[in-house]
């Protein structure tokens, strides 16, 4: 096995971290090898904390993942992501010189150049940025311009940048392990390449990663990528907020959301409780099963009203044809994808990694989407194969650093 | 705090040209005027000081010098009794009313809680209003640890200059000790108390000054230090001053880092928040829009944002950002502010009209206070049994954190002030009447709107960058933001 088709994923998250390796195979499929993983420590809202706490738990899951694999990682793609993160879309514009025939590659990158000349916090370095359409001399919907001719080529870029030294900081955590980072992703673009098909990009879909610390997302319109952002909300939150509510440690409280929790309220009968059980088994304290379910409940409201409100200021929540796709660890929550589905009245699927093969308990947790779409995001990056429906990516992720 | 005399609103109308005067009165007048001079000077502003102590006033620097009370303290303190500082400055009225001539706008530099400041403040507020100036009073209340006495006193001055001046910018020194290292000196302590309010008369005496793109009146300010819900605010004051390639997010950072502000949470509560830019000629367009965004995520969508924009020639390659607003005092947060409620209080009426019976504070000394009479006691007449309320109210009162211990602080401005007061006692004192029923009753019904279940926490994100959209720091439980009772 050549080491150029093995792809690893690397996503520090709130609550854990996640190692996938997967084998790109020629004909453009991934098979993944193994997974491995580690609770995550040092880690809040997505972003380290506490770097040598978090860097030995990036080691543990390398560890982990390699023994599983039985492979010699090497180097990564490692997703980031935060609520500093933030995008947003703009036109770059070239003139072609009258003595030049055609539309060359040339002409391409400096129109990319072009769109980056915008004002972002100083701070702030471009993490992506992802072609929408070409436009040669006004001509809408333009795929490839290279070979053809024109005297004014356009494109509208999505640009998504994060403050650098947050950014860099992951980075050089995982560089001292020692390892190679091949590329930064933002993870909500790692998740929608396999939580959706290209059908549904087309159509127009929201991809909503729910983790631990944060919420991100990513929306798709005619298969381009429109809006993107993350939210300092996960389920930390809401595990936060059931143990203040009802005065329970952290760890009881998460066991409680996972076992007992739901968002939908009115679904249990008047009085009905729940008994916490202590370590040892023993029936400990009764809750109320609507409280928690009403704790529960508020926050995530919360949380997509929030999203809501912003995907509504960028005017294209119309648009979504296929419906909203949510995937990530909190998704598991019962009754979210109803909940989802009031708020922004469009269908909602609870979604994991799809068109993959191997380790099929791995793939079909949608907790893995993002570690396996970086993979998936990696392949694409690394085939440069014109024909593949993320090609256009390829010039773009390819060079940008 | 701030009050604002709607009789007077028709001076502002003459701001524009005007003569500045910044006053300072008593030691730690004095000593903001010194801070001023280091800072450097308020463009077009004449410096006054006065106090009763000359040895202070022969090392400021400030140009004017008035002594008060010549003949009643000759030339020593005012030994921190209000009284004798009223007296002082009575006394050399026709000097102060000479210094303040022609002025338009006077800013009032006073540390409350000691003699002179407390005593001589709100007659010179009153003597510069004759004369048809503007009178901004920046007075900071003492720190918890000067004792109960001082924030008493303080108060009383607080009620009094509210009555008489414009505005009134109240300045909390424990917020702005919160700034030092615990571990500085108490000197620097109080310095940098004097360095906000430096930058605050700069920067309101900017306001007016300085040519503005979009320009801030005296109404903008007035309205900015009016808290949402009527009644006494604290001041939210933050200045922040930046060069370099962010300099635009930087100096809001440094606004936003300002105490006073807690880091921009504070904001989510008021109503009006103005917001001055000051700049270069380089300053740009793209600039001011960015600090505007990154500013009103820390505001919620209610909140009214007064923003004026000027160019100072000075500020080449700079970039000045103020916030001014004010937060109504009842509001449960664990901030340890001397609260003083003195509009809600009944019994809060500008000193003058309280005259009390001379044995007052000899009986108060020697038995439980509900029995001594006061007039105070009138407004809680109809209650069988003041000091049981008084005693459930301070009980409930616990949960609320530190507003628990400022009961005290918040009743004692219903002492009268000016009225001689005999030989300290003030331990006896404080444990005696301390309790007052008439307050404490007044302010658990105030507070009904805003009782919190539980002192707001962040729980395990308590010491994690906040997640604040639209002026909601979201790390606090949705049901506790929601007032939502659970369980």
Redesign the interface.
């Known amino acids: 096995m050549s080491r150029d088709h093995i792809l690893v994923g690397l996503e520090i998250g709130t609550s854990k971290i996640c190692v996938v390796v997967g084998d790109s195979k020629p004909d453009g499929s991934i098979k993944i090898l193994g997974v491995g993983q580690a609770p995550s420590r040092g880690v809040?809202?997505g972003e380290i904390?506490d770097f040598d706490t978090a860097q030995k738990c990036v080691h543990e899951a390398l560890v982990d993942a390699e023994e599983k694999s039985d492979v010699m990682i090497q180097s990564v793609y490692l997703g980031v992501t935060g609520?500093h993160i933030a995008s947003f879309n703009n036109r770059g514009m070239v003139a072609i010189p009258e003595e030049q025939e055609e539309i060359t590659d040339a002409d391409c990158d400096s129109v990319r150049a072009s769109a980056r000349e915008v004002?972002i916090?100083?701070?702030n370095m471009f993490i992506h940025s992802i072609l929408q359409h070409y436009y040669i001399d006004g001509q809408e919907g333009v795929l490839n311009p290279v070979g053809m001719l024109g005297r004014k080529l356009e494109a509208d870029f999505h640009i998504i940048h994060g403050i650098g030294t947050r950014v860099k900081n992951a980075v050089r955590c995982v560089k001292e392990i020692p390892l190679e980072v091949e590329d930064v992703v933002f993870t909500p673009l790692a998740a929608a390449q396999v939580v959706l098909n290209q059908h549904q990009k087309n159509l127009g879909a929201l991809a909503i990663d729910i983790g631990g610390g944060t919420t991100d997302y990513l929306m798709y319109i005619d298969g381009a990528v429109r809006q993107s952002g993350s939210?300092?909300?996960g389920g930390?939150?809401i595990?936060?907020?059931i143990?203040?509510?009802?005065r329970i440690p952290?760890a009881r409280a998460e066991k409680l959301k996972n076992e007992e929790g739901s968002v939908m309220l009115g679904m249990s009968l008047p009085g009905e409780t729940v008994t916490l059980k202590d370590d040892s088994g023993f029936a400990g304290k009764e809750?109320?099963r609507e409280?928690l379910n009403?704790?529960i409940h508020?926050?995530v409201?919360?949380t997509f009203e929030?999203l809501r409100r912003q995907l509504e200021a960028g005017g294209d929540l119309h648009l979504l044809g296929a419906g909203i796709f949510i995937t990530g660890g909190t998704s598991l929550l019962r009754g979210i994808d109803d909940l989802a589905q009031e708020i922004f009245e469009l269908p909602v699927h609870i979604t994991h990694a799809q068109t993959m093969s191997g380790l099929t308990s791995a793939f079909e947790n949608p907790q893995f989407s993002t570690a396996i779409g970086l993979i998936k995001y990696a392949q694409a990056v690394q085939m440069d194969r014109p024909s593949s429906w993320l090609s256009k990516f390829i010039p773009i992720f390819g060079r940008r650093r | 705090m701030i009050e604002i005399n709607h009789k007077q609103q028709i001076v502002s109308q003459a701001t524009e040209q005007v003569l500045i005067k910044v006053v300072g009165i008593g030691g730690a007048g004095l000593n903001v005027i010194d801070r001023i001079v280091l800072d450097g000077v308020v463009p077009g502003a004449d410096l006054v000081v006065m106090n009763t102590d000359v040895q202070s006033l022969t090392s400021s620097v400030a140009s004017q010098k008035i002594q008060l009370g010549r003949g009643v303290t000759r030339g020593l303190g005012a030994g921190g009794d209000p009284d004798i500082g009223l007296a002082a400055a009575d006394e050399a009225q026709d000097d102060i009313r000479k210094a303040l001539e022609g002025a338009s706008l006077i800013f009032l530099c006073v540390g409350l809680g000691g003699g002179t400041g407390s005593g001589a403040a709100p007659l010179v507020t009153g003597i510069a209003r004759e004369n048809g100036a503007l009178v901004v009073v920046l007075a900071t209340v003492p720190f918890t640890f000067e004792g109960k006495r001082r924030t008493a006193q303080a108060g009383d001055a607080l009620n009094a200059l509210q009555a008489t001046a414009d505005a009134v910018i109240c300045f909390d020194n424990d917020l702005m000790g919160e700034a030092v290292s615990p571990k500085a000196g108490i000197h620097q302590a109080f310095a940098a108390a004097d360095e906000t309010i430096s930058q605050c008369v700069r920067a309101v005496a900017g306001l007016f000054t300085q040519p503005g793109i979009l320009h801030i009146g005296f109404d903008d300010l007035c309205a900015a230090l009016r808290p949402a819900s009527g009644g006494a605010g604290r001041c939210l004051f933050g200045y922040g001053e930046a060069d370099g390639d962010n300099r635009a997010h930087e100096a809001l950072a440094r606004a936003l880092r300002n105490p006073l502000m807690d880091r921009g949470r504070m904001l989510d509560e008021s109503h009006n928040v103005l917001v001055n830019i000051a700049g270069g000629p380089d300053m740009t367009l793209n600039e001011v829009q960015m600090l505007m965004e990154d500013f009103a995520k820390h505001t919620g969508d209610e909140t009214q944002i007064l923003f004026g924009a000027s160019v100072d020639p000075g500020l080449t390659g700079r970039i000045g950002v103020t916030v001014i607003s004010s937060s109504a005092i009842a509001i449960s947060s664990g901030a340890a502010a001397p609260a003083f409620v003195p509009r809600v209080v009944p019994t809060a009426v500008p000193a003058p009209k309280v005259s009390i019976p001379a044995p007052r504070e000899p009986v108060e000394a020697e038995e439980p206070s509900p029995a001594a009479p006061e007039p105070e006691d009138v407004a809680a007449a109809a209650d069988p049994e003041p000091a049981l309320v008084a005693a459930t109210a301070a009980d409930e009162d616990e949960d609320e954190g530190q507003q628990a211990s400022l009961i005290p602080a918040e009743v004692r401005p219903a002492a009268p002030p000016r009225v001689p007061r005999a030989p300290r006692q003030p331990r006896i004192l404080s444990a005696t009447t301390d309790p007052q029923p008439a307050a404490p009753a007044a302010r658990r019904e105030e507070r009904q709107e805003t009782l919190q279940f539980e002192p707001v926490t962040r729980g395990r994100f308590e010491k994690s960058e906040p997640t604040i959209v639209d002026g909601q720091d979201l790390d606090v439980p949705t049901f506790l933001r929601r007032n939502m009772k659970v369980s």
Not at chain 1, 243 to 246: D, K, N, T
């Open positions: 809040r809202k904390v609520s004002s916090p100083s701070q939210l300092g909300i930390d939150h595990t936060n907020d143990s203040m509510g009802l952290m809750v109320e409280t009403t704790i508020m926050r409201r919360e929030l």
